[in-house]
C-alpha cells in the first residue's frame, strides 16, 4: 500500500476538471455560429435572419450556462440544464430535417454529407449533454 501524499509530495498546483457537459456548452457555444457562418456566410442574414440568428442565439445560451457553471454558481445546473434543452431540441429538428431532405433526395447542398455528419455528432453531443445535465441539476435539487 503506497504511503499517504504529504503536503511536500503533493503537486502544487491543484487544475479542477471540468464535467463533459460544460466543456462542451463552451465548445458547441463557439462551433454553433461559427459552423452556421461558414455553411451559409454572412450575407445568409439578408436573405433568412431567423435561420441564423438561432444558432447565434443558442451558442450565446450554451456559452453563458457554461460561465455561470465554470464560476460554481448555485443555480448553475438549472441554467445547464435549460440550455441543453433549447439546444438539443433545435439540434434535433436540424438533424432529423437534414437526414430526410437527405433520404428523399430533395433540396441537397453541395456538401451535404458532411453537413449531415456534422449535424449528427452535434445532435449526439447534445443528447449526451442533456442526460448528463439533468442527472446533474436533480443531485443539485435541496433535500
Known amino acids: 500500500m503506497p504511503p499517504a501524499l504529504d503536503q511536500a509530495t503533493r503537486p ?10 460544460v466543456s462542451a456548452a463552451f465548445a458547441i457555444g463557439v462551433l454553433l455560429p461559427v459552423l452556421e457562418s461558414c455553411r451559409r456566410g454572412f450575407e445568409h442574414w439578408l436573405v433568412d435572419a431567423t435561420t441564423m440568428l438561432e444558432d447565434f442565439a443558442a451558442g450565446g445560451l450554451l456559452l453563458f450556462a457554461a460561465a455561470v457553471s465554470a464560476r460554481g454558481r448555485r443555480n448553475a445546473p438549472l441554467w445547464m440544464l435549460l440550455a441543453w ?13 437534414q437526414l430526410e431532405v437527405t433520404l428523399r433526395g430533395a433540396e441537397t447542398e453541395p456538401q451535404n454529407g458532411l453537413v449531415l455528419v456534422i449535424k449528427f455528432l452535434l445532435w449526439g453531443t447534445c443528447m449526451l449533454s442533456l ?5 446533474r441539476a436533480r443531485l443539485a435539487r435541496p433535500a
Open 12 to 21: 502544487r498546483y491543484h487544475v479542477p476538471i471540468m464535467r463533459f457537459e
Open 85 to 97: 434543452a433549447s439546444v438539443t431540441a433545435m439540434m434535433s429538428i436540424s438533424f432529423v430535417d
Open 131 to 135: 442526460v448528463l445535465s439533468f442527472r
